[in-house]
């Protein structure tokens, strides 16, 4: 070979050598690089019971009056930098008969910096104006996430769905700590019992008093044209039991109360839905 087409040579393939290692550093090696990225959240994570009462947010669910929405309403948010949201659910599996599959939706636009924060999500599909609500809706979740600072407070609190009010008169979550029996409306209702994580606003209690888990009912229906059973499971004996009820067009009131010592039962007539907080001295 001549020596001038040699050099040629050499110079190509150094040429191409140089040219493939760039290529690989530019597309190959960035591309992995960028796969490895820091954790969302590189704080500490705790279990929202680890937060003082007064500071954790408030929680309402309301299903829409067709049951293809819930309404999701946070307040007291003032101390957390962050929050964002998942409400989880299983529901009927439309192409499988007797399947149950996972649905649900998120919420990052939460400012905490506004008194209130209100969204409807969706159960289903909808097109075309046409709302197409899941069915067999069950094993519903809220997992909140609630960042101060280096610190994220971690929630999940359980709600339960129901269709009730006329042909199904008695409800009750899937722990069988709260009932609401011989329900008195004119037609069926969707009804949501949830836990509300914190407290209602101005509350006429001392907060360190509140027996927790604090559930509300939760639904558009009316008053009922008959007083019904609210039948409350706590978990201790407790001293000089209190109850109070919450709804935002009636605010507090003080419910007069049974309690079973021995079942550990609180009973009380209630003639409309609310939150409801059951009140002990410690």
């Known amino acids: 070979m001549e020596p001038s087409k040699k050099s040629t040579y050499i110079i190509a393939a150094v040429a191409f050598i140089i040219l493939a290692t760039a290529i690989y ?22 279990d929202v019971s680890e937060l003082e009462v007064a500071k954790r947010p408030y929680v309402t669910l309301t299903p829409t009056g067709d049951g ?55 159960l289903g599909t909808a097109s075309r104006g046409t709302r197409s609500p899941d069915t067999g809706v069950t094993d519903g979740v809220l997992t909140m996430h609630l960042s101060k600072g280096d610190i994220e407070y971690l929630s999940e609190s359980k709600w339960d769905l129901f269709e009730a009010g006329a042909t199904v008169r008695s409800i009750v979550d899937r722990d069988d700590t709260f009932q609401v029996e011989n329900l008195s409306l004119g037609k069926n209702y969707w009804i ?16 360190t008093s509140a027996v927790l888990p604090t ?20 978990k201790d004996d407790l001293k000089d039991p ?19 010592s021995a079942k550990k039962a609180i009973t009380a007539s209630i003639n409309f839905f609310a939150a409801f907080v059951v009140t002990s001295p410690r």
């Open 25 to 46: 550093f530019l597309f190959i090696f960035q591309k992995g690089e960028a796969k490895i990225k820091p954790e969302e959240f590189a704080g500490e994570v705790k």
């Open 68 to 122: 293809a929405e819930i309404i999701i309403s946070v307040e007291n948010m003032s101390f957390f930098d962050k929050i964002e949201y998942e409400l989880t659910y299983q529901a009927d599996n439309p192409q499988v008969p007797g399947e149950k599959i996972e649905r649900g939706a998120t919420g990052t636009d939460v400012n905490t910096k506004d008194e209130k924060y209100k969204k409807s999500m969706l």
């Open 192 to 207: 949501i019992i949830a836990d509300t994580v914190g407290f209602p606003p101005n509350s006429p209690y001392d907060l």
């Open 215 to 234: 559930k509300g009912v939760f639904s558009i229906a009316p008053e009922f044209s008959k007083s019904a059973k609210l039948t409350i499971n706590v």
């Open 242 to 260: 209190k109850l109070y009820s919450f709804r935002e067009d009636i605010k507090w009131q003080e419910r007069k109360i049974d309690y079973d």
